[in-house]
């Protein structure tokens, strides 16, 4: 279960959902119980599950 895991999400090509939603490519998104924590370049903590996801996208509803 995602939800209930720390999972962080690697180089990521982030549409944020804003109105211009410029891509943010090499984007780092950090969930922590089901809720974004954090977005940037992120450093895993131990026992955190880390998902490359170089050459995919991530939106607030999927990744493509």
């Known amino acids: 279960d995602v939800c209930s895991s720390d999972l962080v999400f690697k180089n990521c090509t982030l549409l944020d959902g ?32 880390v998902i490359d996801l170089t050459g995919k996208y991530l939106d607030r509803k999927s990744v493509v």
């Open 18 to 49: 804003t109105l211009d939603m410029q891509p943010k490519p090499g984007t780092d998104v950090a969930i922590e119980n089901g809720i974004i924590t954090e977005i940037g370049s992120i450093a895993p903590k131990s026992g955190d599950e």
